[in-house]
Nanobody, 121 residues
Framework: QVQLVESGGGSVLAGGSLRLSCVAT????????AGWFRQIPGKGRVAVAR???????LHAEAVEGRFTISRDNAKNTLYLQMNTLKPEDTAIYYC???????????????WGQGIQVTVST
C-alpha cells in the first residue's frame, strides 16, 4: 500500500521560509513524476511544482524563483523549499506521485493527506 506523508508545514511571517517534505512508503520517487499542489478552502486545487523522470522541474508562475521542488532518492523523499513566503501562499499543500500530463494537470495516482501552511503579515 502506498502512503505519502507530508511534514514541515506551519505558520510563518511573510518573507520567511519553510521546507515541506513528503516521505513515501510502498513507492519509489526515483525516476518518476511527482509534484506539489495547494488548495485554499472553497477553491480548487492548484499545481505548484512538478519534477519529471529526468529530474527536470517546472514551477507555477506564482512561485517561480521562490519555491523549489527536489527529491532525495536515498531518503525516498520529495521536498518543496519555499522562500520569501507571501500571505497568498497560505493553503493546504499536497504532495502527489505518478503524475501525468502537464504541470497544471492533477492526474496523479497517489496523494498525501495535505499539510497546512499559513503565512501572516
Amino acid at each position: 500500500q502506498v502512503q505519502l506523508v507530508e511534514s514541515g508545514g506551519g505558520s510563518v511571517l511573510a518573507g520567511g521560509s519553510l521546507r515541506l517534505s513528503c516521505v513515501a512508503t510502498g513507492y519509489r520517487f526515483n525516476g518518476r513524476r511527482a509534484g506539489w499542489f495547494r488548495q485554499i478552502p472553497g477553491k480548487g486545487r492548484v499545481a505548484v511544482a512538478r519534477i519529471y523522470t529526468d529530474d527536470s522541474t517546472l514551477h507555477a508562475e506564482a512561485v517561480e524563483g521562490r519555491f523549489t521542488i527536489s527529491r532525495d532518492n536515498a531518503k525516498n523523499t520529495l521536498y518543496l523549499q519555499m522562500n520569501t513566503l507571501k500571505p497568498e501562499d497560505t493553503a493546504i499543500y499536497y504532495c502527489a506521485a505518478d503524475c501525468t500530463g502537464n504541470l497544471n494537470s492533477d492526474r496523479c495516482t497517489y496523494w498525501g493527506q495535505g499539510i497546512q501552511v499559513t503565512v501572516s503579515t
